[in-house]
C-alpha cells in the first residue's frame, strides 16, 4: 500500500539539524452550489481563482488540489518582505504541487569528520539508497497549499487539519510523500490542508531592513485562505486544528502566541518540539547570520548602509545566496534560522504571556534522539540530556502552562518502534524523532518490509486521536484519555510493548526535570 519515497524526510530531517548535537478578514464566497452531489476532483470557486483537483493517488474517493497560490510569488522586491495576499479569478490547475521553497541542498550525513572513526550506522542499504530518489523542484515561486477532502461522505462542515513540516527552519516541503493527506482525509471524515512556507535565509533571513519571522506570517497567511475558502471544500471554518512535527510543531506553538487574539485555529497539535525546547533567536545573532552572508556574496557588512545591503541581496540570484549559507561559513549554534524576537510576533520572554485559547496536544517520541545519532560521535549520557532537555522537560514546562491559562491540554509519548521503519540496530534507533509522522500520516513505505498488525493498529489509533481533537479541540479527547495532570494517569503512551495505547503517571519520564523561571531555562535534578 501508499507511497514509495515515504521515508525520504528521515535524513532530510538529519541534515537540517545539523547545527543540533494582518491582514483583514474577507467575505466568505458562497457554498459551490445547493447541489449536495459532489464529484470528485468538482471545480471549486476560491479566492485565488477556479480550482480544479482530480482524485487522489490510491484514494479515488478523496479530491486532491494541489499547488494552490495563497500569496503573491514573493519575487524581486517582495523577497524577504512579508506575504501579499493572492487574488485571482483564473482556473487554477490543482493537480500538481508546486514547487518546494528554496533550501540548500540535504544529503545524508555519511562522514565524521571528527578524528574518532565513523560507527557502523547499520542502515539497510535498499533504504539508504532510497534518500535519493525523492528530489523537488524548487523555487521562490513556492507560497500554495494543498488541500484533500471527501465532502460527498460523513459531515457536511468537517473539521480542518492543517499540516506545518519541520526541517530545522532551514528545508521542508508540503509535497513530501510522507505528508501527503489523503489517508487521513479518506479514512477520519476530515479536511486536510497543508502548505509551503519560505524557509532558511528566505523565511528568517535576519535583514534588519525588513521585517522578521516572514516565514511564521506565510503561516497565518496561509490560515487566513483557509478560513476564508475551506468552506467550498467541505470544511468547517469554525474548526482548524494546525498540527505540526519538529521545526513545525515549533511554528505550531510561536504561532499560538504571535496570533493569540485572533488564532483562526482552535485546536494545537505539537509534535516533538516547543518555544520552551528550541526558543526564539536574538536580533543581534540573525543579524550577525545576515551580515556574514551579505559580506559572502559580496553586498555588504553590518558597518554598510542595511538597506542598499538588502537592495543587493534582493538583486542576487538563488545560487549566490545559498553559496552564502554554506553550514562551514555559517558557525552559528544550535541552528542559524528560526524564528527572532522582534516583540511583535515572538517575545523574549513567554512565561506571562497567554497563548490562544483552544485545545492543545503536545507530546514527543521516547528516544528523539535515534535520529540524530547517525553520523555523531557522542556518549549516551549526551544524548539522554539531549532528549531530556530539548524534549521531555520542555514539554511538560509547556503543557503545564497551557494547563494554567486553562487550556484543556492533553499529552502523549509515543514508542512505537517497528521492523519497516527501523533506522539502526546498534545502537538501536527506537521511536526517534519522525519515526510517529508515517503511521499517522499511512505513508508507511511497504516496498521494504510490510506493516505489522500492531504498525497498522497504531496508525489507526493516531488518526482517530489527531482526528476526533480536530472535531472537538476542548473535549475530543476526553473518550481517549485524561487531561493532563502530573500524577494521574494521564500521559498516553503510544506504541508502548505495540499497543496501542498505555497509561502512565503524567510525569512518569519527568523526575529529571527542573524549571529554573528566573533563568527561563530547563535544568536538572540530576
Not at 12 to 32: G, K, R, Y
Request: aromatic share 12%.
Amino acid at each position: 500500500m501508499k507511497l514509495q519515497s515515504a521515508l525520504i524526510p528521515v535524513l532530510q530531517n538529519i541534515a537540517a539539524f545539523s547545527f543540533l548535537a494582518t491582514a483583514t478578514p474577507i467575505n466568505h464566497i458562497d457554498p459551490p452550489c445547493d447541489n449536495p452531489v459532489w464529484n470528485v476532483g468538482q471545480s471549486v470557486r476560491t479566492t485565488s481563482g477556479l480550482v480544479v483537483g482530480h482524485s487522489a493517488e490510491n484514494t479515488s474517493e478523496v479530491s486532491e488540489y494541489v499547488g494552490i497560490p495563497y500569496a503573491a510569488p514573493p519575487l524581486g522586491r517582495l523577497r524577504f518582505q512579508p506575504p501579499v495576499r493572492f487574488t485571482g479569478n483564473d482556473t487554477i490547475n490543482a493537480t500538481a504541487f508546486g514547487p518546494t521553497c528554496i533550501q540548500p541542498p540535504s544529503t545524508p550525513p555519511s562522514n565524521n569528520t571528527s578524528s574518532v572513526p565513523p560507527r557502523n550506522l547499520g542502515i539497510p542499504p535498499t533504504f539508504a539508497a532510497a534518500f535519493a530518489s525523492e528530489v523537488y523542484p524548487a523555487s521562490e515561486d513556492c507560497l500554495t497549499l494543498n488541500v484533500w477532502t471527501k465532502p460527498q461522505t460523513g459531515e457536511t462542515k468537517k473539521a480542518v487539519l492543517v499540516w506545518v513540516y519541520g526541517g530545522g527552519y532551514v528545508s521542508g516541503s508540503s509535497r513530501q510523500a510522507a505528508y501527503r493527506g489523503q489517508f487521513i482525509a479518506d479514512e477520519s471524515d476530515v479536511v486536510v490542508v497543508s502548505m509551503n512556507y519560505r524557509v532558511n535565509t528566505f523565511g528568517f533571513p535576519g535583514n534588519p531592513a525588513t521585517p522578521a519571522n516572514v516565514g511564521l506570517r506565510d503561516i497565518r497567511m496561509s490560515l487566513e485562505w483557509i478560513r476564508d475558502n475551506i468552506e467550498q471544500f467541505g470544511g468547517d471554518p469554525e474548526r482548524i486544528t494546525i498540527f505540526g512535527q519538529s521545526a513545525g510543531a515549533g511554528m505550531v506553538d510561536f504561532y499560538s502566541f504571535a496570533y493569540a487574539d485572533d488564532p483562526i485555529a482552535s485546536g494545537f497539535i505539537e509534535m516533538s518540539a516547543t518555544i520552551y525546547g528550541f526558543p526564539a533567536l536574538t536580533a543581534e545573532e540573525t543579524n550577525n547570520r545576515w551580515f556574514h552572508v551579505t559580506d559572502l556574496v559580496g553586498c555588504g557588512n553590518a558597518t554598510s548602509d542595511p538597506v542598499a545591503v538588502s537592495d543587493c541581496m534582493v538583486n542576487k540570484t538563488v545560487d549566490e545566496i545559498l553559496a552564502g549559507y554554506d553550514p562551514a561559513n555559517v558557525p552559528f549554534n544550535p541552528s542559524p534560522y528560526g524564528p527572532v524576537i522582534d516583540d511583535e510576533l515572538v517575545f523574549s520572554s513567554y512565561l506571562n504571556r497567554t497563548a490562544a485559547k483552544g485545545g492543545y496536544l503536545i507530546g514527543n517520541t521516547h528516544n528523539e534522539a535515534g535520529i540524530f545519532k547517525l553520523g555523531q560521535v557522542h556518549n549516551e549520557s549526551y544524548w539522554t540530556d539531549f532528549n531530556d532537555r530539548l524534549y521531555t522537560c520542555a514539554d511538560v514546562v509547556r503543557i503545564e502552562q497551557s494547563i494554567a491559562d486553562g487550556n484543556p491540554t492533553w499529552r502523549y509519548r509515543y514508542f512505537g518502534d517497528f521492523p519497516n521503519l527501523v533506522l539502526t540496530t546498534t545502537p538501536p534507533s527506537g521511536a526517534y524523532h519522525t519515526a510517529d509522522l508515517y503511521p499517522l500520516f499511512n505513508t508507511v513505505n511497504q516496498t521494504l518490509l510490510a506493516s505489522t498488525p500492531a504498525e497498522i493498529a497504531v496508525g489507526n489509533y493516531l488518526r482517530d486521536v489527531w482526528s476526533s481533537f480536530a472535531k472537538n479541540p476542548q473535549h475530543g479527547l476526553d473518550a481517549f484519555w485524561p487531561q493532563y495532570n502530573g500524577t494521574g494517569k494521564t500521559l498516553a503512551r503510544t506504541g508502548f510493548n505495540n499497543e496501542t495505547i498505555s497509561l502512565a503517571p503524567g510525569n512518569m519520564y519527568d523526575h529529571i526535570c527542573r524549571w529554573s523561571y528566573d533563568a527561563e531555562s530547563i535544568e536538572f535534578g540530576y
